[in-house]
């Protein structure tokens, strides 16, 4: 079972900033299947990177996802209010697929 | 639109059953790999099974011979039998469309999730 390893934990940032949240795998993630939700409590998750780098239908330019092997980063250029929410990796493509336990982005 | 509605949440003593429904719209789901996800309050999510377009499923360990996972083509519908529920099944079940897992010539897989339903709660307790 890979798994995976979000940081940091909490991420306190103000809005307009950039944000750069780490996903490390314990084994290389295959074909770089590696994907990022973000969840705003109380809802569903929401796609919004698949294949390590591949933004989602209708996810802004502001959100772009980048690594290879068993580094990946999620970066978001300027935060929006709408953004500040809990950020999941999961890699696919072999089993069983495994979520890393998530960062918060919080409003500084 | 394409949309995931999930309904048969509540409260059920350990050692109980459940059965969780979402109805899909807007897609197939015959022709769709389909999976439920789990979080339990506060913490993170976890994969708990899959149904693949064939109709072949897998589970995760942690549910494994205690869950099963069905779907009707006729209701669009997928399900999730949950039985001999324990206190740490309490979680927001979602299902979600996978689009991008795939079945090679002697395995399937699970991929990623590009529609959720809103989740429906199952607390186990007594």
């Known amino acids: 079972e890979i798994v995976l390893t979000q940081s940091p934990g909490t991420l306190s940032l103000s809005p307009g900033e950039r944000a750069t949240l780490s996903c490390r795998a314990s084994?290389?993630?295959?074909?770089?299947?590696l994907a990022w939700y973000a969840q705003i409590p109380g809802q569903a998750p929401r796609l919004l990177i698949y294949?390590?780098?591949i933004r989602a239908t209708g996810i802004p330019d502001r959100f772009s996802g980048s690594g290879s092997g068993t580094a990946f980063t999620l970066t978001i250029g300027r935060l929006e209010p709408e953004d500040f929410a809990v950020y999941y990796c999961q890699h696919y493509g072999t089993s069983p697929i495994t979520f890393g336990q998530g960062t918060r982005l919080e409003i500084k | 639109e394409v949309r995931l509605v999930e309904s048969g949440g509540g409260l059920v003593h350990p050692g109980g059953s459940l059965r969780l429904s979402c109805a899909a719209s807007?897609?197939?789901?015959?022709?769709?790999?389909l999976s439920w996800v789990r979080q339990a309050p506060g913490k993170g999510l976890e994969w708990v099974s899959v149904i693949y377009r064939g109709g072949n499923t897998n589970y995760a360990d942690s549910v494994k011979g205690r869950f099963t996972v069905s779907r009707d083509n006729s209701k669009n519908t997928l399900y999730l039998q949950m039985t001999s529920l324990r206190a740490e099944d309490t979680a927001v079940y979602y299902c979600?469309?996978?689009?991008?897992?795939?079945?090679?010539?002697?395995?399937?897989?699970?991929?990623?999730?590009?529609?959720w339903g809103q989740g429906t709660l199952v607390s186990v307790s007594s």
């Open positions: 294949a390590a780098s």
């Open positions: 979600a469309r996978d689009f991008a897992g795939y079945c090679g010539p002697s395995n399937c897989y699970v991929g990623a999730f590009d529609i």
């Open positions: 084994q290389s993630v295959t074909n770089n299947f």
């Open positions: 807007g897609f197939t789901v015959s022709t769709s790999y």
